[in-house]
């Protein structure tokens, strides 16, 4: 069973500070990584893709990737108390079949 | 923009009722999935299909069908359903490796 760990928090910071969003996945035949941001009662929106190592910048967020250590974080910089949701880890799975397997979300809690 | 449209938001069904969740995608992807969202376990997978009329099961298949009988729509069939069935469904599309693009869910009740 190919599996996507996260730590499901919460993970608790104060506006301002930079929060840090932790994913392990066991497929190593995965290529495609994605951070969805999930608000209580909605479906999940997409924040970032990454695809290759190192790291990907947009605007407050990046993304690191570290396929040698099966590792995929998300740094939220100047946190918001509007940050505050669950962060779903998606990894796709490696046998060329198209679907994405999801951790259970971490749980932010931006303090104001 | 990408928009999936499920049919309903919000649904009340009792045991044993035959119910259909539809699904509709407007950027011509080829591939869509079901997914069912349950406190502490996550997204999990119920089918998918990569083209009309192809179908494959994802992780929790067992009580559901599935249709796909244009590229847009594919559809949730809960055979017969059970009060463990009450959940929020997602659908969702892609394209190739680019992003999963997810409806707004569809809340169902099983009383």
């Known amino acids: 069973q190919k599996e996507v760990e996260q730590n499901s928090g919460p993970l608790s910071v104060p506006e301002g500070a930079i929060a840090s969003l932790n994913c392990t996945y066991s497929?190593?035949?995965?290529?495609?990584f994605f951070w969805y941001r999930q608000y209580s009662g909605k479906s999940p929106e997409l924040i970032m893709s990454?695809?290759?190592?190192g790291d990907k910048e947009d605007g407050r967020f990046t993304a690191q990737l570290n396929k040698a250590s099966q590792y995929v974080s998300l740094l939220i910089r100047d946190s918001q108390p509007s940050d505050s949701a669950t962060y779903l880890c998606a990894v796709e799975a490696g046998d060329s079949s198209y679907k994405l397997i999801f951790g259970s979300g971490t749980r932010l809690l931006v303090r104001p | 923009d990408v928009k999936v449209t499920q049919s309903s938001r919000y649904l009340v069904k009792r045991t044993g009722e035959k119910v259909f969740l539809e699904c509709v995608q407007d950027m011509d992807h080829e591939n869509m999935f079901w997914y069912r969202q349950d406190p502490g376990l996550g997204l999990r997978l119920i089918y998918f299909?990569?083209?009309?009329?192809?179908?494959e099961k994802g992780d929790i298949p067992e009580g559901y069908s599935v249709s796909r009988e244009k590229k847009e729509r594919f559809s949730l069939i809960l055979e017969s359903a059970s009060t463990n069935q009450t959940s929020m469904y997602l659908c969702?599309?892609?394209?190739?490796?680019?992003?999963?693009?997810f409806g707004n869910g569809t809340r169902l009740t099983v009383t």
């Open positions: 497929d190593r035949g995965s290529q495609s």
């Open positions: 969702a599309s892609r394209s190739g490796d680019s992003p999963l693009h």
């Open positions: 299909s990569y083209d009309v009329k192809m179908k």
């Open positions: 990454i695809y290759s190592n």
